[in-house]
């Protein structure tokens, strides 16, 4: 029999690699041979059984023959079950059941009755058919959706292996899926709502603040004054995703194995809020074989949320450095080396000490200095001169837990950051990302702010980044005005976002 081949891809960080799967057979001794070639993982290899048992199964027999299949290119780990649809269909093909063809790529996973199921990554490899000009893409039911969101490719959704051979076979009798669409109108909001929580009207502004601008923001107070009530509704005063960022960031959750089924592009910001438990590599991205996102690229384009901050592992903290830096992780391995985007805006909450009431006027704190200390210093200081404003969120008095009037709504907060933002986008980026060489030229100072940022900075012993953070908080600041000029009370407020940690950690 001639040799047959179909095509594939692997994925390898957000981005998928084209892989031919060539299929040969030849006459066997008294044993059936089935050898894969190509660096094939576990989960590869164990698919000579789940492809002898779906094509005898689904009713296609299976040939008495040695099989030889190798995954080209043959430097390139090839990892999970996405290959047993290609090299089904390459044994199918090589026994003379289908003709050959380079106008298909096919990713799935085999039953054993022949039924397939979904794989991660679909998206990525639909990109990856555009990229070589493959006109169609033959795909698990459950992953048409999110691989319709490409253009320029037919996509197939099934739901058995025979449906995959009536495709190549009698193509004209099936349609593709719809292309796949961004949904209109509000679909990109959340139902929590600022308007729900009582009181903490200094924190709400703090929010409003870091969303307009990105900025990432520390929340400390005692337990039960709202502060994870604070941070999960922050995605409703965010605007929603662009088609750029909504097509990265389902890429990353669709690599992750994390998006949900029949999903197509994902429409609200993501907010990822890991437990205190989570490892380094499930922070950053990891694992073995071939890296996978963590915590931080799921949070690309939105918000990550961390609980009880000094409960974290010191190591996992500091990994967050890098990302919050360059919007990006970088994960090397022995051999080969990943990049994973994590533009994410950081909120984090904690107590002020062990039991929470350091500095509480109506509970005593039960902590000594050294145990609060202790406590404290679990925040390294270069984290802290990462996050632009630390805000102190003290528990909401009976009064105001009892009004009938709410405070500011999420929509209305949303329109003002997105008027913001708006004037961020026509500079170039958002304000928490301008560039150091770009700062001077962006956020122009009076005389009299530069008099009220030299106090301050003299004043709270501020490093360098310090005092960047504190222009491009009060850039933010300014454009939630509508002003163009940064004035001496825009850096004022900016300042008092970053004395709380010197209160603390001072």
Not at 345 to 356: F, I, K, R, S
Request: proline fraction near 6%; hydrophobic fraction near 40%; charge should be positive.
């Amino acid at each position: 029999m001639p040799l047959f081949r179909t095509r594939s891809a692997a994925i390898f960080g957000i981005e998928a690699l084209p892989i031919d799967v060539e299929v040969d057979m030849y006459p066997s001794g008294s044993a059936r041979d089935f050898v894969t070639v190509g660096m094939p993982d576990t989960a590869v290899r164990e698919s000579r059984e789940r492809i002898k048992s779906a094509l005898i199964n689904s009713g296609f027999g299976y040939p008495s023959k040695s099989v030889t299949i190798n995954l080209a290119p043959a430097n390139v780990r090839k990892e999970g079950a996405g290959f047993d649809l290609p090299m089904a269909m390459g044994i199918l093909g090589a026994m003379g059941t289908v003709r050959a063809s380079d106008r298909h790529m096919l990713v799935g996973e085999l039953s054993l009755d022949g039924s397939v199921r979904a794989v991660r990554g679909v998206l990525p490899v639909a990109a990856c058919a555009r990229k070589l000009g493959i006109p169609s893409l033959i795909v698990p039911r459950e992953n048409a959706a999110e691989a319709a969101v490409v253009e320029g490719v037919s996509v197939f959704g099934i739901t058995h292996l025979s449906e995959a051979v009536g495709l190549l076979t009698n193509p004209e009798r099936f349609a593709p899926q719809p292309a796949g669409a961004r949904a209109a109108g509000d679909a990109g909001k959340s139902d929590l709502d600022y308007a729900d929580v009582k009181g903490q009207t200094i924190v709400k502004r703090a929010l409003e603040v870091a969303a307009a601008g990105g900025h990432n923001l520390l929340m400390v107070g005692p337990p039960g004054s709202g502060k994870t009530m604070l941070a999960r509704r922050l995605p409703s005063i965010l605007p929603p995703l662009t088609f750029d960022e909504a097509l990265e960031t389902t890429k990353i959750h669709s690599v992750a194995g994390v998006l949900p089924k029949d999903a197509g592009l994902l429409q609200i910001r993501p907010f990822r809020s890991p437990h205190h438990t989570v490892s380094d590599a499930g922070m950053i991205g990891g694992g073995a074989g071939s890296p996978r996102p963590g915590e931080a690229s799921l949070a690309h384009n939105g918000v990550l949320f961390l609980d009880e901050l000094p409960e974290f592992p010191r190591n996992v903290l500091e990994v967050l450095r890098q990302p919050l830096e360059e919007g990006s992780v970088t994960i090397a391995r022995s051999n080969m080396s990943l990049s994973f985007p994590s533009r994410f805006m950081l909120v984090a909450a904690m107590n002020p000490c062990p039991c929470g009431f350091h500095g509480d006027a109506t509970r005593e704190c039960r902590c000594t200095g050294g145990i609060i200390q202790r406590y404290l210093g679990k925040i390294s200081g270069p984290l802290l001169d990462r996050i632009d404003l630390h805000i102190e969120v003290p528990a909401v008095p009976i009064q105001e837990l009892r009004a009938k009037e709410n405070g500011a709504s999420s929509a209305e907060m949303r329109e003002r950051v997105m008027r913001a933002r708006q004037v961020q986008a026509q500079r170039g980026s958002y304000n928490a990302h301008i560039a150091s060489r770009d700062l001077r030229r962006v956020c122009q100072l009076d005389d009299a702010s530069e008099r009220t940022l030299e106090m301050a900075i003299r004043r709270m012993g501020l490093s360098a980044r310090g005092h960047d953070r504190i222009l491009k908080v009060a850039r933010t600041i300014a454009d939630l005005h509508g002003l163009e000029a940064i004035a001496a009370k825009h850096i004022a407020e900016a300042v008092q976002y970053r004395s709380l940690d010197r209160s603390y950690w001072g």
